[in-house]
């Protein structure tokens, strides 16, 4: 099942704007707390998946048609033979931009990443372009590493892999 924040900006992304009436509408409908889609819809703001070009409307940024974009992408890359090679991304971020961290870190649990540790995450499709826009986007540009390639010790093995992606 998709996040309401996912759901939302599928929603959104398929209209020039949407009014927050609507999607309350929406969501009262499938037994969703009216504060919770307006939460919601202030996380996207935030994180600058969408914009309020007027008093309670939404539209999408192409920062979140990126995103939506990565999304759909993926049930592309399921038939693919996989390489073997896995993108890994390793920060060591300052206390002092903890809001950002934390915003970054959230942007690759959504674009797919597991935590193989606290600050290492790995995917094993190749989001390069995408992790270099989220990092753009929370400053993080000085503060990260992005690996591709095989682990030599020890393999995520499949139960290990299992536990990441539950």
């Given at each position: 099942m998709l996040s309401l924040e996912k759901q939302m900006l599928f929603l959104i992304s398929a209209t020039e704007a949407i009014d927050v009436k609507q999607l309350v509408e929406i969501y009262q409908a499938r037994g969703v707390a009216n504060q919770v889609v307006r939460n919601a819809?202030?996380?996207?703001?935030?994180?600058?998946?969408?914009?309020?070009?007027?008093?309670?409307?939404?539209?999408?940024?192409?920062?979140?048609?990126?995103?939506?974009?990565?999304?759909?992408?993926?049930?592309?890359?399921?038939?693919?033979?996989?390489?073997?090679?896995?993108?890994?991304?390793?920060?060591?971020?300052?206390?002092?931009?903890?809001?950002?961290?934390?915003?970054?870190?959230?942007?690759?649990?959504?674009?797919?990443?597991?935590?193989?540790?606290?600050?290492?995450?790995?995917?094993?499709?190749?989001?390069?372009k995408e992790v270099l826009s989220l990092a753009e986007q929370y400053n993080m540009t000085d503060f990260f590493t992005i690996i591709r390639g095989k682990f030599v010790y020890p393999e995520p093995t499949e139960i290990e892999v299992k536990r990441l992606y539950h």
């Open positions: 819809l202030t996380r996207l703001k935030r994180d600058g998946y969408v914009i309020s070009p007027e008093r309670s409307k939404y539209a999408i940024t192409a920062y979140g048609l990126g995103f939506i974009t990565a999304i759909n992408k993926k049930s592309l890359l399921f038939d693919k033979n996989w390489d073997g090679e896995w993108l890994t991304i390793m920060f060591e971020v300052p206390e002092t931009e903890r809001k950002n961290r934390d915003s970054f870190r959230n942007g690759l649990l959504q674009l797919g990443f597991a935590a193989l540790y606290k600050s290492v995450y790995i995917n094993p499709w190749n989001y390069t």
